[in-house]
C-alpha cells in the first residue's frame, strides 16, 4: 500500500533532509511550499518529495493543498520541522489501513525538556479536553500526525484554511460517525523555531483559530 505523507512547510529547509531521509519504504513524501523564502521547496525537490506550491498562506491552506494533490488510499499529515520522526509513520497508518480506526492522532510524548513550551502544553490539553466532552472520542493531544483515508477526508468537506484545520478536521469527523483514536508518538527537539508552539502569541493564534472553529460548528 502507498500511503501519502502530507507535509505544510514554511522555512523549513535545515530539516527537510532528516525528515525526508526517514521516510519509511512505500511512503511518499508531498512537501506544500506555503510561500518560504529560503530553499525548501528546492531543497525537497532534490530530494524526491513532490513539491506542491500554495501562494495562499495559512497551516490549512497547505494542508488541503496537499490532500487535493494527493493519489493515495491512505494519507497522513505531519510537520516538517524535524519534531516528529517519520519511522512512526506506520503506526499511526496500522489502525486505519487495518480497518480498526478512520481517523489515527499522534499523541505526542516529549523526549527532552523544553520541547514543549507550557503554553503550548497548555493551550493544548485544554482544547483535548473540550473536544473529549464534544465528541466523546478518548483524545489527550491535537497531534498534527495523523493518517485517514482520503476520499473520507475530501467527504468532510473542511473548510478552514488557518490552525483550525485539524480541529475542524476531528469534529467533522466525529459528526460523520468515524471512529477516532490514538497512538503514542516521540515529540523531538524541531530544526528553528515553532511558528505556533515557540511564542505565546503564535499558541494565542493558533488557540483563537480552534476556538473559532468550535463556534462555528455548534
Known amino acids: 500500500m502507498t500511503v501519502d505523507v502530507i507535509l505544510p512547510c514554511l522555512n523549513e529547509e535545515a530539516a527537510l533532509g532528516w525528515v525526508l531521509g526517514r521516510m519509511p519504504d512505500g511512503y511518499r513524501p508531498i512537501v506544500v511550499d506555503n510561500g518560504s523564502t529560503d530553499r525548501s521547496a528546492e531543497v525537497a525537490h532534490e530530494l524526491g518529495a513532490h513539491v506542491v506550491h500554495e501562494p495562499r498562506r495559512g497551516f490549512g491552506a497547505a494542508c488541503h493543498a496537499g490532500l487535493l494533490a494527493s493519489a493515495a ?78 476520499d473520507r477526508l475530501l467527504d468532510l468537506g473542511l473548510t478552514d484554511r488557518r490552525f483550525g484545520y485539524p480541529c475542524e478536521m476531528v469534529l467533522r469527523a466525529a459528526a460523520a460517525g468515524w471512529r477516532i483514536a490514538e497512538s503514542e508518538v516521540a515529540y523531538l527537539p524541531r530544526e528553528g523555531r515553532s511558528k505556533v508552539t515557540g511564542t505565546v502569541r503564535g499558541t494565542l493564534q493558533a488557540v483563537s483559530d480552534m476556538r473559532r472553529v468550535m463556534a462555528e460548528l455548534g
Request: glycine letters at 8%; aromatic letters at 4%.
Open 73 to 150: 488510499d491512505v494519507v497522513c499529515f505531519m510537520d516538517a520541522d524535524a519534531s516528529l520522526d517519520p519511522r512512526e509513520l506506520p503506526t499511526v497508518v496500522a489502525p486505519v489501513a487495518g480497518g480498526q480506526a478512520d481517523l489515527v492522532l499522534g499523541a505526542r510524548r516529549p523526549q527532552a525538556r523544553g520541547v514543549w513550551p507550557w503554553h503550548a502544553r497548555l493551550g493544548n490539553a485544554v482544547l483535548a479536553r473540550i473536544l473529549r466532552r464534544r465528541t466523546g472520542a478518548v483524545l489527550h493531544d491535537l497531534g498534527p500526525m495523523r493518517a485517514a483515508r482520503r
